[in-house]
């Protein structure tokens, strides 16, 4: 029998979020690898689901990764889940599944939980093209980043930490414009989940005077056009009867 690597996301807050087909495939499988097996306990005693969990974090994902696909070449069929949302997405995950397509083992990723796709919906901004960062560089690399992103057209999508909130939207301000239209996310799908809209110096005001608690899903419109783009894209979608 084959081995398969399955990818199963887990709820990002609310446990509700579960899908069905996620706790059939973590029960059927022959074990599952978790980023903080203290974490994914709670979780998988809630759904009934009693496998060997095993972990899988950023510190081990490297010497681990050559065992896991010894397994899956002996026909294991193995799950893994991280603390929250998709395994992979700013997340351990791609080093494995790179490993295993190289050893022509079948990778398949369930759909579910990812925090930056409602945080994109609930923004307001365009949602048709745009650009997920992750975490920014927090020392090296951060003010060329910046730079790179104030010429970005398309809506970005960052995540941050309470700790590091307030001055990655003052960087922001500096470099793309205090006006620049943004929407902030925190404790998404959980109790107190929020979203404040506006400029970002106004989401800054917000959250300097208010709670900063929670995983926070910032994104921020995309640079205008210029004149001349915004020509040449009127004249590329006019319709035949204008």
């Given at each position: 029998m084959d081995g398969k690597l399955f990818l199963v996301p887990t709820p990002i807050g609310n446990l509700e979020d579960m899908?069905?087909?996620?706790?059939?495939?973590?029960?059927?499988?022959?074990l599952i690898l978790a980023e903080d097996t203290r974490t994914s306990a709670p979780m998988l005693k809630h759904f009934g689901i009693d496998k060997k969990v095993f972990s899988h974090h950023q510190h081990n994902e490297h010497k681990a990764t050559s065992e896991i696909v010894k397994f899956l070449n002996e026909g294991q069929k193995i799950a893994l889940i991280s603390d929250a949302g998709t395994p992979a997405i700013s997340d351990p995950g791609f080093f494995l599944v790179r490993e295993a397509i190289k050893n022509d083992i079948a990778v398949e990723c369930l759909p579910g939980a990812t925090a930056f796709v409602p945080a994109l919906v609930n923004s307001g901004l365009p949602a048709d093209a745009f650009c997920f960062e992750g975490f920014l560089p927090v020392k090296k690399g951060r003010q060329t980043k910046f730079k790179k992103l104030a010429e970005e057209d398309r809506t970005i999508i960052l995540y941050e930490s309470p700790h590091r909130l307030l001055k990655t939207l003052d960087e922001f301000s500096q470099y793309l414009g205090a006006d620049r239209q943004a929407s902030v996310s925190r404790e998404l799908t959980k109790m107190f989940e929020e979203t404040v809209r506006g400029t970002l110096v106004e989401i800054k005001s917000h959250f300097e005077n208010n709670t900063l608690k929670g995983e926070f899903v910032i994104c921020i419109a995309g640079k205008e056009p210029s004149k001349d783009k915004r020509v040449m894209n009127k004249e590329k979608y006019k319709s035949p009867e204008d």
């Open positions: 899908t069905f087909r996620a706790i059939r495939i973590l029960k059927e499988c022959d």
